[in-house]
């Protein structure tokens, strides 16, 4: 029988996609404002809304000023610069994690996509992705 998302992965139309796991762990927060942090330290990740201030960043960086956190992420990246006509690599990724259970918490550049998950489940996602054809790098 065939899977209703059958064919909408990048990875079943011959699209290669090689993930890199990333060494800092992450926190997820919300800020009052942006001056607590160096906005040019890599990783560093805003979205401002009429509702919030949110920042993800190394846990090392989270500023003063933040009202909350959720720290213990790790993530890992698309390699590459991702074609914005290319449809469906985050939903393969995701539905690839949903099936096992493990949440993620997406984030999109210009470039490409980063893709968080609690550390508790970093180690088996990347299994879990490899053993779906992925190509991990950076796994220690």
Aim: hydrophobic share 35%; charged share 25%; proline share 4%.
């Amino acid at each position: 029988m065939k899977n209703q998302y059958e064919g909408d992965n990048p990875q079943d139309q011959g699209i290669k996609i090689i993930l890199e796991a990333l060494k800092p762990r992450f926190s997820v927060c919300k800020v009052a404002d942006y001056s607590g942090i160096d906005l040019m330290k890599p990783f560093c990740f805003t979205g401002t809304t009429d509702e919030e201030n949110s920042l993800v960043c190394p846990e090392s960086l989270v500023p003063q000023n933040t009202t909350e956190r959720d720290d213990g992420w790790r993530g890992f990246r698309i390699i590459g610069q991702l074609d914005f006509s290319l449809i469906g690599i985050l939903a393969g990724i995701s539905k690839v994690l949903a099936a096992k259970e493990i949440g993620i918490f997406a984030i999109s550049t210009f470039n490409t996509d980063y893709i968080l998950t609690k550390e508790e489940n970093f180690r088996k996602a990347m299994e879990v992705l490899q053993n779906a054809g992925y190509e991990v790098k950076g796994l220690s």
